[in-house]
């Protein structure tokens, strides 16, 4: 869940604030979006759709996924990443690439990187514990 830090002063009118947005989940996506409060997208992991999600509004099917293939046993395939266009730019897809990753670490699987943005993730973030763990594609 996100962090929202308290407002002060006149801004403090929490009620007055909130009434612009249908759900808390949107209040908190438009800080997410815009930068402001250091809000941090939580990130979910559907195994039955092999793919880790960030889910745009609880009332939404919108949402920003990583998918992935389990081809061999103790190999995934991290395949295709995917932000919906109102939301690039914000760094959505640098969360599901952490989250996909770190599950790899944790699961101790060999990954091959098929799809580009992990590819460009890993060389931007090289850490060892990933570099060991990817296969060639």
Request: hydrophobic content about 35%.
């Amino acid at each position: 869940m996100a962090i929202v830090r308290p407002l002060v002063g006149r801004a403090a009118n929490w009620t007055g604030i909130l009434r612009r947005y249908s759900t808390v989940e949107a209040f908190t996506a438009n800080l997410m979006a815009s930068g402001e409060g250091g809000a941090m997208p939580v990130v979910g992991h559907d195994k039955m759709k092999k793919e880790f999600y960030i889910k745009m509004d609880r009332n939404s099917t919108e949402k920003a996924i990583l998918q992935y293939d389990m081809y061999r046993k103790g190999y995934v395939d991290f395949y295709h990443t995917f932000v919906p266009e109102v939301y690039r730019g914000k760094g959505l897809a640098k969360h599901l690439a952490k989250a996909a990753l770190d599950y790899a670490v944790e699961e101790d699987l060999k990954m091959k990187l098929t799809c580009t943005y992990l590819q460009k993730y890993t060389q931007d973030n090289p850490l060892p514990q990933y570099e060991e763990r990817i296969v060639p594609s």
